[in-house]
């Protein structure tokens, strides 16, 4: 059985709705691909916007593509610090009850009432590997990370799907405390 597995870390960015890209860059307005990142049909923008907060502003937020049902903007607890806002700890997508706040584009500026999250750390898994760990779809594991500043990461969620590639991806602060870069190896110890 596999154990091992690459992780990644996340730096802040935002998920746009299509309604909030066309608000933000003009009406008809399509994101324009930087490039690709790790997972299959998901890539980082050349768009950045300013997002203000009750406190503070962050300035040049990179988006990442494709749209979303829901606009999602992914922090850190610092950056929450930042803005002036108490953003949980939340898996993607889990938008209710997050707190919201002002996003400034280029063309336009739009109000959001929820989206920010610290994502939850997590799991990528491609079906096969999914068979090959032993694990399931939503199931909650546990991820020992090696080295001079070693550590257990607890709670992991694991996101199965046929098109996902095989990365952990943990937010940018647990990724410097526990000394990782992109591309270390992390053990799955369940």
Known sequence: MKTQLPIALSNKHIHLSKEHVEILFGKGYELTKMKDLSQPGQYACEE???????K????????????????????????????????????SGDLEGSPGAKIVGPKGEVTIDKGIIVAARHIHMHTDDAKDFGVEDKQRVNIKVGGTRG???????????????LEMHVDIEEGNAAGVKNGDLVELIK
């Open 48 to 54: 950045k916007v300013d997002v203000v907060g009750p």
């Open 151 to 165: 550590l257990v990461f607890n709670n992991v969620l694991v996101r199965v799907h046929p098109t996902y590639a």
């Open 56 to 91: 503070g502003t962050l300035k040049n937020v990179r988006v990442l593509g494709p749209v979303r049902k829901e606009t999602q903007l992914e922090i850190s607890l610092s950056d929450g610090f930042k803005l002036g806002v108490k953003a949980d700890i939340k898996d």
